[in-house]
């Protein structure tokens, strides 16, 4: 995943895109800030994947662009079942953006 971002980041830039939405995972926040089950899933049993969504949040945040990336805990493929719940905390973002997002018309 962080290896495709990459070449988009590239490809946006080179056509003059400067609007990024990513969505990631919820097991991306900080080392020490996660839920304890997601630092064991996302620490031991899943790292691989873990490390590369760090490295994709990076070249997102590294690239210049406005962007946002969103981090939700769990999509289903279903019907909505009523309620809602967020892990959202200020330890766990469910979405963070640049500094100063910029919208523009087309």
Not at 21 to 49: A, C, D, K, N, Q
């Amino acid at each position: 995943m962080s290896e495709g971002t990459a070449s988009i980041i590239a490809a946006m830039k080179a056509g003059g895109v400067s609007r990024l939405l990513v969505i990631t995972s919820g097991m991306v926040t900080p080392t020490g800030t996660e839920p304890l089950f997601f630092r064991f899933i996302g620490r031991h049993l899943l790292r691989h994947v873990h490390a590369d969504h760090l490295r994709l949040e990076e070249h997102v945040k590294a690239s210049g662009l406005d962007w946002t990336i969103v981090r939700p805990p769990r999509l289903l493929d279903g019907p909505a079942r009523g309620a809602t719940a967020s892990l959202a905390t200020r330890a766990c973002p469910v979405a963070v953006s640049s500094p100063v997002p910029t919208w523009r018309a087309s």
